[in-house]
Nanobody
């Protein structure tokens, strides 16, 4: 599975961006698609995940109510709609995939993801 993320850019605080992540290869085996981010000087952290077969989405507390993850299964693409952006949302955003069903606690764990895309930079100015 190959993942290609896009949609990053520069936006003012309070603005919106939509990230996309397209899966190719054995894309049908992506049970969970998630987004992580890494700010300068910080560790990579979980942002959101979509378990499309279960019809469930999960979010980090820091983005709940502002970010929305969705999937277009026909195009093997997952989106991250980011609204009400804050300067602290500035980071490189990565999409990742789990190829099989895993326990819920694995959604927030970097090592539990089998495939990663390259990052896309989001910069939020104050």
């Amino acid at each position: 599975v190959q993942l290609q993320a896009s949609g990053g850019g520069l936006v003012q605080a309070g603005g919106s961006l939509r990230l996309s992540c397209s899966a190719s290869g054995r894309a049908g085996s992506t049970y969970t698609l998630g987004w992580f981010r890494q700010a300068p000087g910080k560790e990579r952290e979980f942002v959101a995940a979509d378990r499309w077969r279960a019809g469930r989405a999960y979010y980090a507390d820091s983005v709940k109510g502002r970010f929305t993850i969705s999937r277009d299964s026909t195009k093997n693409t997952v989106f991250l709609q980011m609204d009400s952006l804050k300067p602290e949302d500035t980071a490189v955003y990565y999409c990742a995939a789990q190829s099989r069903e895993k326990i819920l606690s694995s959604l927030r764990v970097i090592a539990e993801y089998d495939h990663w895309g390259q990052g896309t930079l989001v910069t939020v100015s104050s």
